[in-house]
């Protein structure tokens, strides 16, 4: 079975997905019968595949959701936003449950409460109820249907039944604690203590290691054999301090039945499916002739472990075919530099194919923000219409991994600071519905990410308030800023303090955190922003980041490697050209000013060799600035591979990794982004 896991686990993930995608299509069309027909043909493949894996809790979830679902194609109930947030709370269940799964659990979770409303939705009547049951959780009411029914094994079925017989009666006891209750773990205890004097104590719900650890609102209920009088019952753990409402009711068998002839028809379906699909694999395929004709038989799945394994390997021949080239160069033997040559070439064909074979799209990144978009809309009381171009776009695994973080910080910035409420939209003759787009493309060997917004815009003045007062920058400095100097000013650490949040309207809070994180990625990012039209916040990301051109210079007798995608050019300047400004070394490129940085000075090369008249620089940029670099010479371009120089080093200045070259040397990379200013 444990061959199949990973398949299943990749198969439910992506099932979670299409429920997911299809579930927000659906909620803006709510008539569309096809997309309720995807949407259950997603779940009734998953439960199948829980089923025969063995995952009852995740296939009697789905069989409830399947449920629900089922009503709505035959149209015995009608799609609305009430069902939608019950629906895609089941779907959270199901997705944590798979989670656990694929860390090595058994995809246990207490799913009474979605079931129950999920149960309520199907009753058809009852829909209203459910939601209204959902949104007074924190009222001391005591819950209409605790869901102890649906939830009994057989065993404690086997006990009602033969207690019954032996004359005892079955309650159901619902209490609710004050909303003020400070200990509701030591009022469950003595709740419990009592009625173990009264009974034998079947079941609770929540679960007993759930209300030991306070996981629960007010509101708990218990089943209870006993032959204690209801009243007295209830008088009893109303003795019990904090205590605000007892009910006993007699607990009814009729429902249990009733569930059981559920999970009978769900073990039944499962059964079918069993008979119908050999093992999971074979599911898969049958699930991907039905629904998802993505994936064709000219693809198989590849354990990401074995491709990094892959890449490590051929990270280590491109450092031996530089080696290789070395040596042929120094022998000038003439089958040997034929054979490097063609070896070469071959190595260069078998780069592009493995680095293709890690690409893969930024979909898998950008597929979980309609979610988040949805709910937090909802939770800031703003429309939000998110807009995402360009998701199929292709970046290495390694990028893909880092960039999510700093994308869902600068879409959660863009909702809660940029887009404004309706009221205040409307008042400014803008739609009610904010515009939120994410898009992404490629140019070069770059990929380029845009979160534009049209809300508030960032107030230039503010910024500048606020980054004086947090000395960021001095009040002198203010006036020769640039605006895009200004919008830069928010993503330095020294601005993030929790009281931006309210003074700027525009942005603030930890964006720090994302430039840091796009700039150890190589990239960059950028921000444009007009007030009352909104906002655009641009990121630069290099394709890959294991293997790199470079430029390899010498500084005195020390190599050093400078990434091709920062270089703008190389220079020969002779020293009459250099000239002085604010007391810096600067030349006229191309009309523009360009400060001169000489990269011994940075390293602290020590001197070996004297400087002649003519300077070699590399002309660098970082975003919209520039500066030259200044070296002894250069070498040539060079693909190398980019090694970390591990944690002990993991800080040095303007050294952002090392790689060892054809000749056995080891050369310094240099984050160029780090020295221009």
């Avoid at 209830?234 to 999970?263: A, G, I, T, W, Y």
């Avoid at 909702?415 to 404004?420: F, S, W």
Wanted: hydrophobic share 40%; with cysteine.
């Amino acid at each position: 079975m444990n061959e199949y896991l990973e398949v299943f686990i990749e198969e439910s993930k992506e099932h979670i997905q299409a429920l997911n995608d299809n579930l927000l299509v659906l909620e803006k069309n709510p008539t569309d019968i096809s997309m309720v027909n995807e949407i259950f043909r997603s779940a009734h493949t998953l439960k199948g595949m829980s089923a025969t894996m063995g995952y009852q809790d995740l296939a009697n979830l789905t069989h409830k959701l399947e449920n629900v679902l089922d009503a709505v194609r035959n149209n015995q109930l009608q799609v609305h936003s009430e069902m939608l947030d019950v629906v895609f709370e089941a779907v959270d269940h199901l997705e944590e449950m798979v989670v656990d799964i694929a860390s090595g659990g058994e995809g246990k979770r207490d799913v009474e409460s979605v079931v129950a409303k999920l149960q309520a939705i199907e009753a058809g009547e009852q829909v209203v109820e459910a939601s209204s049951t959902q949104a007074v959780t924190t009222t001391p009411s005591v819950q209409t249907d605790s869901g102890l029914s649906s939830s009994l094994d057989e065993f404690e079925i086997a006990v009602l039944k033969e207690s019954e017989e032996k004359g005892f009666q079955s309650v159901e006891i619902k209490v609710s604690l004050r909303e003020d209750c400070m200990l509701k773990a030591a009022r469950v205890y003595m709740v419990f203590e009592i009625l173990e004097q009264e009974g034998e104590v079947i079941k609770s719900n929540p679960l007993v290691q759930d209300l030991e650890e306070e996981n629960f609102e007010q509101n708990f209920s218990v089943l209870l054999v006993t032959k204690t009088e209801a009243e007295v019952l209830r008088q009893k753990v109303l003795k019990v301090s904090e205590v605000e409402e007892v009910v006993v009711e007699p607990f009814s068998m009729e429902q249990v039945s009733s569930n059981q002839q559920v999970q009978k028809e769900a073990l039944a379906s499962d059964e079918t499916n069993k008979a119908s699909k050999d093992a999971p694999a074979k599911n898969a395929s049958n699930s991907k002739e039905a629904g998802n004709v993505k994936l064709g038989n000219k693809t198989i799945r590849v354990n990401i472990d074995r491709l990094d394994a892959l890449m490590n390997l051929f990270e280590e021949l491109v450092i031996d075919r530089g080696r290789l080239e070395q040596i042929s160069v120094n022998l000038k033997h003439g089958e040997l530099q034929e054979t490097v040559e063609r070896m070469s070439r071959i190595s260069g064909d078998l780069q592009n194919i493995i680095l293709n074979m890690r690409m893969v799209p930024i979909d898998q990144v950008f597929n979980r923000f309609p979610r988040m978009v949805r709910q937090l809309a909802k939770d800031l009381g703003k429309q939000i219409n998110l807009e995402i171009v360009g998701a199929e776009t292709e970046l290495d695994r390694t990028v893909i991994d880092e960039i999510g973080d700093p994308l869902v910080h600068l879409i959660r910035n863009s909702l809660d600071h940029g887009v404004e409420k309706p009221d205040a939209r409307v008042a400014k003759g803008k739609p009610a519905e904010g515009n939120v787009t994410l898009l992404a493309y490629h140019s070069g060997n770059h990929v380029f990410i845009e979160i534009s917004d049209d809300g508030a815009g960032i107030n230039k003045e503010k910024v500048i308030n606020k980054a004086i007062s947090n000395g960021v920058i001095k009040e002198d400095q203010a006036s020769s800023l640039t605006d895009q100097q200004v919008y830069q000013l928010i993503m330095e650490s020294g601005f993030s303090t929790a009281e931006t949040i309210s003074d700027v309207s525009g942005r603030g809070v930890g964006l720090d955190v994302v430039k840091n994180t796009i700039e150890s990625l190589g990239g960059t990012i950028s921000i444009e922003s007009e007030i009352d039209k909104g906002s655009v916040f641009s990121i630069q990301l290099p394709l890959t980041l294991s293997i790199i051109s470079v430029l390899l210079v010498e500084v005195q007798k020390e190599k050093y490697a400078l990434p091709l995608s920062s270089i703008i050019e190389t220079v020969v300047v002779h020293k009459d050209e250099i000239m002085q400004a604010h007391k810096k070394s600067v030349i006229d490129f191309r009309g523009k000013v360009v400060p001169l940085i000489p990269l011994k000075d940075v390293f602290q090369v020590p001197t070996q060799l004297e400087q002649d008249d003519y300077y070699s620089i590399v002309i660098v940029r970082k975003g919209e600035k520039m500066a030259g670099l200044i070296v002894d010479s250069f070498i040539g371009q060079q693909e190398v591979v980019l090694k970390s120089l591990g944690e002990y080093l993991s800080d040095v200045f303007a050294i952002s990794g090392a790689t060892i070259l054809g000749d056995g040397q080891v050369a310094l990379i240099i984050d160029s982004n780090a020295l221009v200013k």
